[in-house]
């Protein structure tokens, strides 16, 4: 490695040290390393919610399909076997996709998760790099119905959690 690459290095390396030391010893929180999480309905509507508003994240057990159907398309779906998220409570007044304005109700975030259990896909945006999308646990009684039978959401003062998780 040339004497410059070696220079740089050290100095990035210093600089980082620096900064994680500085973060440490003024007790400040660590960066978050994903931009917003995408919470998408079974109608497609969807809510994005900034990083700053999600206490909690977790998506566990995450699994891969690849197969063909009979047109010889080739398709890959990613799934999860566990989603749970916790939000700050005042991600409830973020509009969703489908709204037109901040009067229409009926498709607004608080709204959909008072009325209906219809989470199907999850994407996550790192900061650096494309985002992951992601289907979590959806079960239903049958064909027709749009109800998530594994979802719940549990409201508390100051947060809120959804929870995805098969049996």
């Known amino acids: 490695m040339n004497k410059f690459k070696r220079f740089y290095y050290n100095i990035r390396r210093h600089l980082s ?5 500085t973060r440490k010893f003024l ?12 919470l998408v309905f079974e109608n497609c ?15 566990d057990d995450i699994r891969k399909d690849i197969w063909t159907n009979y047109s010889q398309q080739y398709i890959e779906t990613t799934y999860c076997k566990k989603f749970e998220i916790r939000l700050d409570i005042k991600s409830l007044d973020i509009l969703t996709s489908f709204q037109d304005s901040s009067d229409d109700q009926r498709s607004s975030f608080k709204h ?18 494309k985002e992951i999308y992601i289907a979590t ?12 039978l594994l979802q719940e959401t549990l409201f508390e003062e100051d947060y809120f959690t ?6």
């Open 45 to 59: 509507n969807c809510v994005r919610i900034p990083s700053t508003m999600i206490h909690f994240l977790l998506i």
């Open 162 to 167: 959804i929870s995805c998780k098969e049996n």
């Open 27 to 38: 007790r400040l929180p660590r960066d978050v390393d994903f931009k917003y999480v995408d």
């Open 17 to 21: 040290n620096l900064r994680y030391h």
């Open 112 to 129: 959909h998760l008072e009325v209906y259990k219809d989470i199907t896909h999850v994407a996550v945006k790192p900061t650096k790099g």
């Open 137 to 148: 646990p959806y079960d239903t009684k049958d064909e027709f119905s749009d109800v998530n």
